[in-house]
């Protein structure tokens, strides 16, 4: 599954992403053990024995010198979310856009400057009555260093002048679907982020957060970050949760961020195809309360 932002210009008062989601699946090969005739679940075996502020930077560290890419010094490019330094400045890698992570284009002083994609990878179908949940891939950067792997993050930068706050949210467009597919839709899926970490290059008071989001696919709003007024200006990161290496279905490492999930539940059932949706992050000029 996966989810990558796309950026338009809020009229000149804040920023909009809206990123699309994807899930693929392919066929279980593994061999199916005996299971208790009771409780028919084949996940369950019978016998147990058996750089510039506008870029998005690294959360961990944020600070602003040391440009990770000289040759794009862009104000709004992505920068290192384990260290939000504004002159850090990085290429992240776009695991479902073909043409690349798009980024913010600039033009307001309150802007949305970057957002990772969600990509929760390829898996197997899941012979289980039981619920799933697959885990994000942490988001990949290049920097002058090299390659390295990162939480998912969410990047701002406020440079009004104005210190009149501002608020953040997220809203999903519907719930995973495939139009070609025989089940078309995944019933009662959820995206969930825990585990936030709010970082910056500031002086300013930082924004306040959402300890958990859970997601509505019928595109109800939810809070992600705000500032009140006097609070919030500068560049902040949000970012969720901590890289850690996982062996995928098809028996590869990959680097993943178990603070942002998306669970099935065990009825829904699904197809070998890749199942998507969009997200919209909206930042505007209201502050929070």
Same mark, same amino acid.
């Given at each position: 599954?996966?989810?990558?932002?796309? &950026?338009?210009?809020?009229? @000149?008062?804040? %920023?909009? &992403?809206?990123?699309?989601?994807? !899930?693929?699946?392919?066929?279980?090969? =593994?061999?199916?053990?005996? !299971? =208790?005739?009771?409780?028919?679940?084949?996940?369950?075996? !019978?016998?147990?024995?058996?750089?510039?502020?506008?870029?998005?930077? *690294?959360?961990? =560290?944020?600070?602003?010198? *040391?440009?990770?890419?000289?040759?794009?010094?862009?104000?709004?490019?992505?920068?290192?979310?384990?260290?939000?330094?504004?002159?850090?400045?990085?290429?992240?890698?776009?695991?479902?856009?073909?043409?690349?992570?798009?980024?913010?284009?600039?033009?307001?002083? $309150?802007?949305?400057?970057?957002?990772?994609? $969600? %990509? &929760?990878?390829?898996?197997?179908?899941?012979?289980?009555?039981?619920?799933?949940?697959?885990?994000?891939?942490?988001?990949?950067?290049?920097?002058?260093?090299?390659?390295?792997?990162?939480? *998912?993050?969410?990047?701002?930068?406020?440079?009004?002048?104005?210190?009149?706050?501002?608020?953040?949210?997220?809203?999903?467009?519907?719930? &995973?679907?495939?139009?070609?597919?025989?089940?078309?839709?995944?019933?009662?899926?959820?995206?969930?982020?825990?585990?936030?970490?709010?970082?910056?290059?500031? =002086?300013?008071?930082?924004?306040?957060?959402?300890?958990?989001?859970?997601?509505?696919? *019928?595109?109800?709003?939810?809070?992600?970050?705000?500032?009140?007024?006097?609070?919030?200006?500068?560049?902040?990161?949000?970012?969720? @949760?901590?890289?850690?290496?996982? +062996?995928?279905? $098809?028996?590869?490492?990959?680097?993943?961020?178990?603070?942002?999930?998306?669970?099935?539940?065990?009825?829904?059932? +699904?197809?070998?195809?890749?199942?998507? +949706?969009?997200?919209?992050?909206?930042?505007?000029?209201?502050?929070?309360?």
């Amino acid at each position: 599954m996966a989810i990558s932002p796309l &950026f338009t210009l809020a009229n @000149g008062k804040g %920023d909009v &992403f809206e990123s699309k989601g994807a !899930v693929e699946f392919i066929p279980n090969t =593994d061999p199916q053990g005996p !299971v =208790d005739p009771t409780d028919p679940d084949p996940i369950n075996p !019978v016998n147990p024995i058996d750089p510039d502020p506008r870029n998005p930077v *690294n959360p961990i =560290d944020p600070d602003p010198r *040391n440009p990770v890419n000289p040759i794009d010094p862009d104000p709004r490019n992505p920068v290192n979310s384990t260290d939000p330094d504004p002159g850090n400045l990085v290429k992240p890698v776009d695991s479902i856009n073909s043409q690349g992570p798009n980024i913010g284009t600039g033009g307001s002083p $309150l802007s949305l400057d970057y957002v990772s994609n $969600l %990509d &929760f990878g390829i898996s197997e179908i899941a012979n289980t009555k039981k619920g799933v949940t697959y885990y994000a891939n942490a988001q990949e950067l290049h920097t002058s260093e090299g390659s390295k792997y990162v939480p *998912n993050y969410v990047q701002i930068s406020d440079y009004r002048g104005t210190n009149s706050g501002w608020t953040l949210t997220i809203k999903q467009e519907g719930q &995973f679907s495939n139009a070609s597919a025989q089940h078309k839709e995944l019933t009662g899926s959820q995206i969930q982020f825990v585990d936030p970490i709010v970082k910056g290059k500031s =002086d300013a008071s930082p924004p306040i957060y959402a300890e958990v989001i859970t997601l509505d696919p *019928n595109g109800a709003e939810s809070l992600v970050m705000a500032a009140k007024p006097l609070a919030g200006a500068g560049l902040w990161v949000e970012s969720w @949760g901590a890289v850690e290496e996982m +062996t995928g279905d $098809l028996g590869q490492k990959i680097q993943k961020i178990k603070a942002i999930s998306f669970t099935i539940p065990g009825e829904t059932q +699904t197809d070998t195809v890749t199942y998507s +949706t969009k997200l919209t992050w909206k930042l505007s000029d209201i502050p929070s309360n």
